[in-house]
């Protein structure tokens, strides 16, 4: 049997991978977070009771900040394969913690690397680094390959190239199998709701449902690669399988705005909305309601009207410095890995959409029902 230990299981590709690996037969071992409310929501589905025969899936407090931590784990694990899924994900919250981001996402990955190499496991465990498009930073080229140049633009993207090239050294300085994938935007029903896709999804369900008047975004003219979450972990499992140890860029190959992803989303529900306006100005307003749409959904339409603006620019969500487009050339992992995505990007808002309406739609139950939340303040 295969063991795998994962960091950052309790995040979106955690949560998949964990599922997908077991599935294959791994024993699954996760490196979870101290917090003082549970953190495991996205893999409670999985825990399997400790004192029960049988048992493939195991959680071990840690934090990639701290290497006397990883060396137990990685020494009581014995792991044939490490996916490095930890990290503080969110660019923007990067450029509000800097140096704890550096630490984490940059440092952290050598901390997992050396401790691979203390242990005396650098023949026998393969390790996947998750690199990331924001390397590719400010646009030198597109569609962005292994071989365009990186100019990252954030505290998130700079220790991520660390983490990219310290990935690339331990590989080249003492034969380990470490490989980056340099995945693009992933998404899904499981996404951080602060993430724009999920941020975006959730406002369009509660905004129908009369639980919202608007949505405050940023850069609406941001272009992402955006895919499955689904997809992507099983190029991360092949990127392991392969009999050399090599990056690959894992994308689409299309992009699309911000604001096209509000557009599709809102049009699940058959709602049109349309921009108008520049910059901080722009917002987008409702045009057409498809009331046909709308019913099959069981959405009151009393909570929406032709005109109204349901969009709106906050500068606040604007970074210091922007991507402004990323564009992936999945040919190498199309060719090598035999990797092809399932699911467009259509299948992607669908399946965010229609998880957070029926999300949305128990907050809309307690609502009706007067429910309110017990304030301990009181
Ligand atoms: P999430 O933010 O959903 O998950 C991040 C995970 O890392 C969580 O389990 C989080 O724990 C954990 N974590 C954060 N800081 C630490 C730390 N110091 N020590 C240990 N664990 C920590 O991210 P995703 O699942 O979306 O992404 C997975 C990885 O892939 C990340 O490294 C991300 O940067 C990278 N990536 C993501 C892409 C995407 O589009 N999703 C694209 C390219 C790369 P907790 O739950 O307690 O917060
Ligand atoms: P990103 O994802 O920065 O690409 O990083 P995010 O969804 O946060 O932003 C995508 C684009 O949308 C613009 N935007 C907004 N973003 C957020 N979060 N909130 C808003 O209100 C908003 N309005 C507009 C952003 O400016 C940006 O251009 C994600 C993370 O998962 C990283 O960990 C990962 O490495 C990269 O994807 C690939």
Redesign the pocket.
């Known amino acids: 049997m295969k063991v795998a230990l994962i960091t950052g299981v309790t995040g979106q590709d955690g949560a998949y991978l964990a599922e997908f690996l077991l599935k294959k037969g791994y024993f699954v071992h996760g490196v979870k977070r101290r917090s003082s409310l549970f953190n495991t929501d996205r893999i409670d589905h999985l825990y399997q009771d400790q004192h029960e025969k049988n048992v493939y899936f195991k959680l071990h407090y840690g934090d990639l900040t701290d290497s006397t931590n990883l060396i137990r784990i990685i020494q009581e694990v014995q792991p044939d394969e490490i996916y490095n899924l930890a990290?503080m994900?969110?660019?923007?919250v990067s450029f509000e913690m800097p140096e704890y981001t550096a630490n984490a996402d940059g440092i952290g990955t050598l901390r997992l690397l050396e401790a691979v190499r203390i242990l005396g496991l650098a023949k026998k465990t393969r390790i996947y680094q998750a690199s990331?498009?924001?390397l590719y930073g400010l646009v030198q080229a597109v569609p962005q390959s292994e071989t365009t140049p990186f100019y990252p633009r954030s505290p998130?993207a700079v220790a991520?190239i660390y983490g990219y090239w310290i990935t690339v050294n331990y590989r080249e300085a003492y034969g380990m199998f470490a490989c980056n994938g340099i995945?693009?935007?992933h998404e899904s029903p499981l996404r951080g709701e602060?993430?724009?896709?999920r941020?975006i999804t959730r406002a369009a369900c509660k905004i129908a449902l009369g639980l919202q008047n608007c949505l405050?975004?940023?850069?609406?003219s941001?272009q992402?690669d955006w895919g499955h979450a689904k997809d992507y972990i099983e190029a991360m499992w092949l990127i392991l399988q392969q009999e050399k140890a090599e990056d690959f860029v894992i994308a689409t190959g299309i992009t699309t705005t911000?604001r096209d992803f509000v557009r599709m989303s809102f049009a699940e529900l058959g709602i049109d909305v349309e921009f108008s306006g520049k910059d901080e100005n722009e917002k987008g307003v409702i045009v057409g309601l498809d009331v046909e749409v709308l019913s099959r959904l069981g959405l009151n339409d009393d909570a929406l009207k032709l005109g109204m603006t349901v969009v709106k620019v906050d500068a606040k969500?604007?970074?210091p410095t922007?991507?402004d487009l990323?564009l992936g050339d999945p040919t190498k992992s199309k060719a090598q890995l035999g990797w092809e995505p399932k699911y467009n990007l259509q299948a992607l808002v669908e399946d965010m959409m229609q998880s957070d309406l029926h999300l949305m739609k128990k907050d809309e139950y307690l609502k009706e029902g007067d429910f309110k939340t017990l304030n301990y303040f009181e």
């Open positions: 990290a994900s969110h660019v923007q990331t498009s924001e998130y991520k995945l693009f935007n602060t993430f724009v896709t941020k405050y975004l940023g850069n609406l941001a992402r911000v969500y604007f970074r922007e991507v990323l």
